[in-house]
Nanobody, 127 residues
Framework: QVQLVESGGGSVQAGGSLRLSCAVS????????AGWFRQAPGKEREGVAT????????AYRDSVKGRFTISQDPAKNTVYLHMNSLKPEDTAMYYC????????????????????WGQGTQVTVSS
């Protein structure tokens, strides 16, 4: 059974930084897509950043480019999201997600590509 557990959310002032962690367990493969998504109240869930586990592909939504960095530690089966220069509009519940085995090294920001989801961690940025 695949499980994803997020941690690292919290409340910060605008301009601050946070690092989110996603520990993946129960997944036996080594090559698949993983990513971070977020959902603000009253809005649809949107892709923030994705990464190909076992490869080099990375993608970001335009609004976080240059501020957020997604990374992975294969030895720990963990995916990170480093968030700098946070803005109030980044406030949302952040979810980690993973896909089933991906043979193509391309990880879309589309939620429908991902089968496994964590419970979410709240990020609140005040002005």
């Amino acid at each position: 059974q695949v499980q994803l557990v997020e941690s690292g959310g919290g409340s910060v002032q605008a301009g601050g930084s946070l690092r989110l962690s996603c520990a993946v367990s129960g997944y036996t493969g080594s090559r698949n897509c993983a990513g971070w998504f977020r959902q603000a109240p009253g809005k649809e869930r949107e892709g923030v950043a994705t990464i190909y586990r076992g490869g080099d592909f990375i993608a970001y939504r335009d609004s976080v480019k240059g501020r957020f960095t997604i990374s992975q530690d294969p030895a720990k089966n963990t995916v990170y999201l480093h968030m700098n220069s946070l803005k109030p509009e980044d406030t949302a519940m952040y979810y980690c997600a993973a896909a089933t085995s991906d043979t193509d090294e391309y990880c879309p920001l589309w939620t429908g590509h991902y089968s496994y989801w964590g419970q979410g961690t709240q990020v609140t940025v005040s002005s």
